[in-house]
């Protein structure tokens, strides 16, 4: 089943990507249930709950992290795998709760998201740049470096 980005009634988001198991079929999770399928730390999940970025429920001690928690923190995961500050990616997942049908929210992700391709394609070709820098930085050096091997074994 493919899964889309959407916002279902009372301000729920589906996730973005489609799950490799059964976890879009619960309705809850535990702590150690998103730490373990995101493999991240508990202590990850608990600087995004400070930063406002997930809002689990507790049931006493426990926090109890609904669906939306869910796909909220994937957002959070894949926005800072492509290089989005948490700031970035606390403001588009606030566009959530406009309810424009959204279209500000669209507009607002399309704009950021083709900004941060150009970033990353910059990235990328400073990148080649610089390996093809050093890939001739290597020829010379292995170059001098026989030399000089073969100046000491001329000489001993």
Do not use: W
Not at 17 to 25: E, F, Q, R, W
Not at 70 to 91: C, H, P, Q, W, Y
Not at 110 to 136: G, T
Request: include cysteine; charge should be negative.
């Amino acid at each position: 089943m493919s899964e889309a980005l959407s916002i279902l009634s009372d301000n729920e988001i589906v996730d973005v990507l489609p799950a490799s198991d059964d976890t879009t079929k619960k309705t809850h999770f535990s702590i150690g249930d998103l730490a373990k399928e995101f493999n991240c730390t508990l202590r990850t999940l608990r600087f995004y709950e400070d930063k406002g970025l997930i809002n689990p429920k507790r049931d006493g001690m426990n926090r109890v992290y609904t669906r939306r928690d869910r796909a909220r923190l994937k957002l959070v995961l894949m926005g800072k795998r492509v290089g989005f500050s948490l700031t970035e990616i606390r403001d588009m997942l606030d566009l959530y709760d406009l309810r424009d049908g959204q279209v500000t929210q669209l507009r607002v992700a399309l704009n950021k998201f083709n900004e941060q391709i150009d970033v990353l394609k910059d990235q990328r070709n400073e990148i080649e740049q610089a390996i093809e820098e050093l890939s001739r930085t290597v020829e010379i050096v292995s170059g001098m470096l026989k030399q000089k091997e073969a100046e000491e074994a001329a000489n001993s």
